[in-house]
């Protein structure tokens, strides 16, 4: 299986910083010594790829690094040289990992879901909204006509609400925390808010409607799956109590869900502030392997049916 890395590329943070930058390492060192995925450094999406979702001012001053100190601390994240090279990339992995998808059926982004992006504005530790901008570049490039993002982050994926409102071609589907950051909540296609301690079983059961619902409504032939570890219940930011094994449940949940209408999917991160650190690996790490299984059976349906069609001709 294909999964796309970004941790080489320096985060400069201060000290003591509240993002939790060095999980994204400690997770490509796990998925590597695992040795089932193939390990790939993505190119970095263009100025084209970004501004199909966002405003070209915005990205002028993201790049020139006018954002004022208003806008940095709305983003969480001081800027620097490094930073919008590192974003990019973020982006460009998404983008990877959906190309990906499409020739394997699954691939995986060891970082992304920045869905607090908003087309003229970065907000919660987000400068770009890579899930917009890799689902527009799919249907750019002719390799997916309609799209569905499931957001299962702990956080409501405004961003990507807002910037793809209106946009028939692409569902947006959040199930988060109702009560949790983002404090005002933008109209999501599918909108599923959690009350604060939902746990394991209702988490699921709740996920398990909305998500049919949502297979339904969007009609799509391509999908991207934002697997945020952060409902974790020893998460900071979180406000829902899911075990490791309950989300485990809910990546198998989604990825053969979509399975089952033969989508491709790439899956990407999103967020995950667990103390200690090693918790969120953990659970993104359950994420890729989840995702490793699903490309090996389906690898294996279609050696089988490779060698069926070859009985047969003979």
Same mark, same amino acid.
């Given at each position: ?74 983003? #969480? ?7 919008v090279e590192r974003a990019r990339r973020s982006v460009g992995a998404t983008i990877a990992a ?6 394997? #059926? ?7 879901? =920045? ?43 405004? #961003?990507?609400? $807002? ?10 589907? $959040? ?8 404090f005002a909540k933008q109209a999501s296609d599918l909108d599923v808010g959690l009350p604060d ?18 297979l339904e409504r969007s009609q799509a032939d391509f999908a991207i799956y934002l697997a945020g ?42 967020? #995950? ?6 918790? =969120? ?19 294996? $349906?279609? =050696? =089988?049916?490779?060698?069926?069609? $070859?009985?047969?001709?003979?």
């Open positions: 299986m294909r999964a796309f890395t970004i941790d080489g590329f320096a985060l400069p943070l201060p000290a003591h910083h509240r993002f939790p930058a060095g999980k994204y390492a400690l997770l490509r060192r796990r998925v590597e010594a695992a040795g089932f995925a193939r390990l790939e450094v993505p190119a970095a999406a263009t100025d084209e790829q970004i501004l199909r979702a966002h405003s070209p001012e915005y990205l002028r001053k993201v790049v020139a690094g006018e954002l004022t100190r208003a806008e940095q601390q709305a983003t #969480g994240l001081p800027w620097s040289p490094q930073l959906c190309r990906a998808a499409v020739e394997d #059926g699954v691939a995986v982004s060891l970082a992304g879901g =920045t869905h607090h992006a908003f087309r003229d504005r970065g907000e919660g530790f987000c400068v770009f909204n890579d899930c917009a901008i890799a689902a527009r570049a799919l249907q750019a490039e002719g390799l997916a006509r309609r799209a569905l993002i499931v957001d299962c982050d702990v956080h409501q994926g405004d #961003g990507s609400a $807002s910037i793809l409102a209106g946009d028939a071609s692409i569902f947006t589907f $959040s199930i988060h925390a109702e009560r949790n950051y983002p301690l939902t746990g394991d079983a209702e988490y699921l059961a709740a996920l398990a409607q909305a998500l049919a619902q949502a570890a952060d409902p974790y219940a020893g998460d900071r930011l979180g406000k829902l109590s899911l075990s490791k094994k309950g989300l485990a449940r809910r990546d198998r949940l989604v990825l053969e869900s979509c399975a089952a209408r033969a989508l491709p999917v790439a899956v990407t991160m999103g967020g #995950g502030y667990a103390e200690p650190i090693e918790d =969120t690996v953990d659970i993104y790490y359950n994420t890729v392997k989840a995702a490793w299984r699903l490309y090996v059976r389906r690898l294996a $349906s279609l =050696t =089988t049916r490779a060698a069926s069609a $070859s009985s047969r001709r003979r």
